[in-house]
């Protein structure tokens, strides 16, 4: 038999409701021929409250007592999931993550899949079970203890099951229909994308596109896992959501596949630091320790032997990162002139696996800014995105104008 | 070490505020010299939660699931003990029952305690681990799937754990502060036992004095765990609670240690019974079928080959008892005359050890209830235990005259 996985979030399983709707679709799969393996999230609330009870007992916590507190909300829905399914006469059992098992490295609350066995849900497959239901999120440490896999676990858990029991797909069932070309609040020619690759979908994620978490994505691309998106709570035929998938699968795309931003990013810039080897180190190492998450950076050309840095961060690291630089230069280990923070920008950038062999992507780029009177403060770019800095007032522009010259509201 | 077994119930771990308490008492105890296993229920509430969900999802539901789900109760309160003995500084971990592992049989929903091995347990003693916070009402079954005990089963768990690793005691904290000579809500002179006996208190638990479960004080026995019942709500110093325990470890007692009742009593009559080898058979085997609970049963002389069977049950299952005769009477299985029901009679019991060397017990409690004008419909009898049918309203009556006549508000 063939073997689909199909993973539900939270608000897909909130409540006794809303399982059954979510039997309802895994049961179609069935229908269709298939076995299903059906990863769970926590009815949604839950992981928060028993978070919320870990850090109020504990604020710092033993990781291993969390995993044990917050894997129990999957348990949960797990074994409702399988009881709706059996009311609907579909065979299903409720596997934990210790049962699987799911082995895991030691690192609670953020711990790494080592290895799925597949034999022991093989094994009832083979009796004519025709559904497990896996409680996501958790794992077994080698020590025998429950592990959590960290935020968008459920995701992970999902695709690395899809990669073990060779799935043909593996659909995420998640509260919007799809991956867009661009955030539908800003510009209502979005468009759902019926497919996207990986590699443009891990830009997209990690640009803020929150549909999939970043590291399922890698996963997904990491075994050729073709990942679908799709909304729990359309019914109708054309539900297809996104098929996230390897490039191949893609006959013909356009140049550009989204346009992504992030609304929150603050620029600081270092004037006439003394240039000389290891100087980006003696900046960025403090940053490091003082948990600032640098994104773009940028050298300015060197005149007599100075030369100013620039540098991207969130702007609610901007105390954190000031106190740091501040301090760096109180102990001699750099030495700068002058240091400018501009809390107000955003990041607009253009995402596409298409500009490895087009050419002219950027200047058309530049070009729609320019023409809205946008000045770009910050330039990075890689081989299938281009990024840019530039004030936040005009980011909502900036989106439309972009996602306009590139056409993305007609498909390829 | 000498190793404590203590178990707190879910009113005694509803909140996190409740949980330091316990906490403390635990803590109390590891500074007394002990190695301690806590053994917890499940936060008040949230079992009968889960237990609803999984009810409303599927009204016959697969008992593997019910138990996968209800049991994610009790490992959430052990996780959040461990940590709360962490924060206090006193070295703790938790367990689910399946790590232990408290290995069960098979029988999902109302498992039977088959082993608990001590190892893993006693190796985290030896490293310096001062208390093992067991998730209670749980285990786990030959087939690696999650098992629960039923109801009251944390009690029989502690039991279980102070039996496997021989433990000095078992203190079951709960919300009242020991058992007592009668309710304190009949007669004010009801007065707390220091100690009782494992006899009278399997006598006591099953006629409604709701303290233990009645198969944790078995099981105490069986293994001769002493078994301390005491209040989580009082922290003075003579909370000592009661102690169950052998016999032998009772210097002196009163004759009768309590006074026993129980409210929602029925008898019912078969008069004019064809009388034959094999009636009372016939008789009680189709109220077995209809799961009818009868209690005690007395025959009168027969007379003309006829005799009267009388019996008690359940005033709620007067309906399905009516059902039953009616039904095994047009079979012709059995033959009577008429069907008289009285729903409006209570059970009282007066229970002692003390009453297997003293004669006498019976008359002076007819005679007491004669006093009062209290008229008796049925007796039975044991070794340690008299029991009577009375009417209803005569209930709160008797037990303050047999309370005073065999003077139970002193103890011996």
């Known amino acids: 038999m063939p073997t689909l996985v199909m993973k539900f979030g939270g608000t897909s399983v909130a409540t006794l409701d809303r399982i059954r709707r979510a039997a309802k679709r895994v049961g179609r799969e069935v229908a269709n021929g298939y076995d299903v393996i059906v990863i769970v999230s926590a009815m949604s609330g839950k992981t928060n409250e028993l978070v919320g009870w870990v850090e109020e007992t504990s604020p710092l916590f033993d990781a291993r ?29 409720s596997w934990a993550g210790w049962q699987v098992p799911l082995k895991t490295n030691s690192a609670h609350a953020s711990a790494r899949i080592e290895e799925i066995p597949t034999d022991n849900i093989n094994a009832k497959f083979a009796e004519g079970m025709k559904v497990a239901v896996v409680a996501g999120f958790q794992g077994i440490s080698p020590e025998g203890r429950i592990t959590t896999l960290g935020r968008g676990g459920s995701d992970t858990t999902a695709v690395a099951f899809a990669a ?38 891990l830009e997209l994620a990690s640009l803020g596109a929150k549909v999939l978490q970043t590291r399922s994505v890698e996963l997904a691309m990491r075994y050729k896992v073709r990942l679908r998106v799709l909304s729990s709570f359309e019914d109708n035929d054309d539900n297809a959501g996104t098929l996230v998938c390897s490039e191949e699968d893609i006959m013909e ?47 300015n050309i060197s005149e007599d032997g100075r030369t100013d840095m620039t540098f991207s961060l969130p702007v609610n690291q901007i105390a954190r990162a000031e106190k740091a630089m501040d301090e760096a230069k ?64 005009y980011m909502e522009l900036a989106v439309q104008a972009l996602h306009d010259t590139f056409g993305l509201e007609k498909a390829a």
């Open 65 to 93: 007592e969390y995993d044990a507190v917050v894997s129990s909300g999957e348990q949960v829905t797990a074994g409702l999931m399988a009881l709706t399914l059996q009311e609907m006469d579909v065979p299903a059992r």
């Open 253 to 299: 795309s356009n140049v550009v596949a989204g346009v992504a931003f992030s609304r929150d990013e603050a620029k600081m810039t270092l004037l006439s630091v003394a240039d000389r080897p290891g100087i980006a180190a003696a900046i960025f190492g403090p940053l490091a320790d003082a948990s600032v998450n640098v994104d773009m950076i940028v050298q």
């Open 164 to 201: 073990s029991f060779g799935a043909d797909r593996c659909d995420i069932y998640t509260d919007v229909d799809g991956v867009y070309t661009t955030d539908p609040r800003i510009t209502s020619k979005a468009r759902k994308l019926d497919k996207i690759a990986f590699e443009e979908m």
């Open 330 to 393: 109180a102990s001699g280990e750099i030495n700068f002139a002058e240091l400018v923070t501009d809390a107000d920008v955003a990041k607009i950038s253009v995402v596409g696996i298409g500009m490895r062999s087009h050419a002219g992507v950027a200047s058309q780029m530049f070009k729609a800014l320019r023409d809205e009177g946008i000045n770009i403060k910050v330039i990075t770019t890689s081989e299938i995105k281009i990024s840019v800095l530039i004030d936040r007032k």
